[in-house]
């Protein structure tokens, strides 16, 4: 499952989408949410770097603040995994689209230095920033839908297979 993740993302990622609606966010939640703790992590930062490989690197101090975002949204997911509802995960991805947002816009305002390194130029920054901001917020939420409502229907399709089974053991079993 999570081979298959990391591929998802990586297409998703390559294929033409508009700018920042990406399904990366929400495999790092999805992620920390559901999978091993060790994978929870890794698994955002391997789909990255493998489209990375086809789509181009930036800069080490972008990639670092990317990945870093990605893993902190790992980590919000892993605080999910023990308070998980609807409004934990529609709060947690709201959370992650606003920290990916705060820290790689920060990033081209100071260490790459896109900007002025003044007040007016970090406000630039940000606001400049909106546009992709929005599709972050749209995409993650999107993606988190899809993501953790399949998983679940799945799981609750599967209780239900499960369950059926059982009845028909015991019916089976009964008229023995």
Known sequence: ??????????????????ANFAAIGAISLFG????????????????MIVSDFFIGFDSVTSRLTVYGSFALIGLIGLWIRKHKNVFTI????????????????????????????????????????????????????????IFFGAYELVKKFEAR???RSKIKDQKIGFNL
């Open 161 to 163: 297979k499960i369950q």
């Open 90 to 145: 529609v709060g947690g991805s709201l959370a992650g689209s606003l920290i990916f947002y705060l820290i790689t816009n920060f990033a081209f305002f100071y260490p790459i230095g896109m900007y002025s390194h003044d007040l007016g130029g970090i406000i630039a920054s940000y606001t400049n920033a909106i546009p992709f901001f929005r599709n972050t917020i749209l995409g993650d939420l999107f993606y988190v839908a």
């Open 32 to 47: 920390g949410t559901y999978l091993n703790k060790r994978y929870a992590l890794i698994l955002p930062l391997a789909a």
């Open 1 to 18: 499952m999570a081979y298959l993740f990391i591929l998802i993302g990586a297409v998703l990622r390559v294929i033409p989408h508009p």
